[in-house]
């Protein structure tokens, strides 16, 4: 084997046609470089999957998907209206970020993170959105209290779905 090895060494060495090096120079490119409106098709496909989980647990401005009662919305609301809101932001978006930068490939959630407060902030009012579309009860202070809680949310969860998938990369290398 080490005689093969050598040979390799000795051989004349041979460009490859120009063409396929920069066929390939680009596809390490694209994949380096996500289009941010494919990684955001993607994180809304994920945001709307675990909304609706999240508004099985927990009605926000009056929308559930699944069953009855207040959910984990009664025990945000000893929280008073702005803490409920702000919970309810939170548990919303943070969910979504949270399986987004798990699930998502590592140069997509880098995206994410590079453009985290333009990503975060149409997701939120994506949301937010959708929400009125569908007439839900909005009320401008919890809406705001939302808001806030959704990009605190999001921001906190990227971040530690991110360090948890750089902790599990690291120690598998």
């Known amino acids: 084997m080490s005689s093969d090895f050598e040979g390799f060494l000795k051989g004349d060495s041979v460009e490859p046609p120009s063409g396929l090096s920069q066929g390939l120079f680009d596809r390490v ?7 941010p409106w494919t990684v955001f098709a ?11 989980f999240t508004l099985s647990l927990c009605p926000q401005f009056g929308m559930r998907v699944f069953g009855s009662g207040m959910g984990l919305m009664q025990y945000f609301m000893g929280m008073g209206d702005v803490g409920c809101g702000i919970a309810c932001g939170v548990l ?12 998502l490939g590592a140069d997509q959630v880098r995206a ?17 959105g959708v929400f009125v579309m569908l007439q839900a009860e909005i009320v401008l202070g919890f809406a ?8 605190i949310g999001g921001l906190m969860t990227l971040e530690l779905g991110w360090a948890i998938r750089m902790k599990f990369s690291s120690s598998a290398s």
Request: hydrophobic fraction near 60%.
């Open 92 to 103: 919303f978006l943070g969910i979504s970020m949270f399986l987004a930068s798990l699930l």
């Open 29 to 35: 490119r694209r994949d380096l470089n996500p289009s």
């Open 112 to 128: 994410i993170r590079r453009h985290r407060a333009l990503e975060l902030g149409a997701l939120t009012l994506l949301s937010l």
């Open 42 to 52: 993607k994180l809304a496909a994920i945001h709307f999957l675990t909304g609706l």
């Open 144 to 151: 705001l209290a939302w808001l806030v809680g959704s990009m």
